[in-house]
């Protein structure tokens, strides 16, 4: 009786497995394992370590900067202090899995993008001054992009590929947006506004154009030792939220202009003129043209 259970149920499992189009699962073997050694773990620790700095320096200028201009400070320490846990969890041998291809990979990375990267265009979007419509149609495309590049790092054989290219096609507008959609919106604005921007934003289109390339080189093909991708995608984290958050904190000049700081007025907001404007010559003084404006 409890054999023709056995096979009833070992029936109905590969029914469903045909219905599904779901592929078995191969155990990886110890000697096929790729796993991240100490050099590896070498490179995770600088990385923490950067972004750990980085977040206690900016916590201290955001509580010495202006109150305007706090936003900028708060949500660029958000940046780095998320990646800072993130690193910590990947240094202390948490939050990963082995994938299909038998390589070691760390999701906590995945969960640390899908939060660090929309905070990165909302502080793009807030130095151009973008509604909130704007800003959570993009942060949200992002997140789609995370998780569809997620799901192609867990996948296997063209499913992998698809993933990948649906990541790529909403990556590829994103870039599009810091380079020319948001900088339209600032083209208008102070010659300080506008370098601050066109530097932040080149910055990030080069660094995330990057991404994908690690990714095809590791998980992709698996031409890259794992520890090779942990120091690449340290240095592009570094490069595209340390780095990205001193540059635009330490830009006073171009802050100050966004947030109208010190009184500052747009430039489209000049007057053209200023005082009591001169009557034209003989048709009386200065005075009689003010009095004549109290009648």
Known sequence: MAGQIGRAMLAVLALLSMVSG???VEVCKVVDLQLVTQTGEFFLAVTFLVMGVSTVIFVLMAF???HEKRQFYFTTCYITAIATFGYYAMLSGQGWLITPNCRQLFYVRYLEWFVTTPLILLDLGMIVGADTPTLITVMAADMMMVFAAFMATVSSGYIKWL??????????????????????MVERSHPSVVE????????????????????????GTGDWSPNFETMIYGVLDIMSKAVFGFILLLS?????????????????EAPTTYGTPM??????????????SYI
């Open 22 to 24: 779901a592929a078995a």
């Open 196 to 219: 601050l921007y066109n530097k932040v934003s080149i910055l990030s289109a080069i660094v995330w154009g990057l991404y994908p390339l690690v990714y095809i080189l590791s998980a």
């Open 163 to 184: 993933w990948f290219t649906l990541s790529l096609f909403i990556l590829i507008p994103l870039i599009y947006v810091m380079v020319r959609g948001f900088k339209g």
């Open 64 to 66: 010495k900067a202006a």
């Open 252 to 268: 006073h000049e171009g802050l100050d202009r966004v947030t109208n700081f010190k009184g500052f007025a747009p430039i489209r």
């Open 279 to 292: 009557p034209p010559r003989g048709t009386g003084t200065a005075g009689e043209v003010q009095s004549q």
